[in-house]
């Protein structure tokens, strides 16, 4: 998909997986995560997503211990 269609198209490919509102490709530049690439399947780009601080976002966890995983996003505190 990503060959013959490009970023967008895989982005909503995958997205189309899950029942999750968006996908989005983001990279660490400093202590902020900045989207590079977003799949948002009830609009379009929105800027809330373009920066997160790292010390909001559950990366924060994966580049610590390696991996993250949760059952319920809005369980976990």
């Not at 490709?25 to 995560?33: F, N, P, R, T, V």
Request: net charge positive; with cysteine; charged share 25%.
């Amino acid at each position: 998909m990503l060959a013959t269609h490009g970023i967008r198209r895989a982005l909503a490919m995958l997205n189309g997986r899950t029942q999750y509102r968006y996908t989005a490709i983001y990279k660490l530049s400093g202590d902020a995560l900045r989207a590079e690439h977003v799949f948002d399947r009830v609009s379009e780009y929105r800027t809330w997503l373009k920066a997160v601080p790292l010390e909001k976002s559950f990366c924060q966890h994966a580049i610590e211990k390696g991996e993250f995983a949760t059952s319920h996003v809005s369980k976990d505190k």
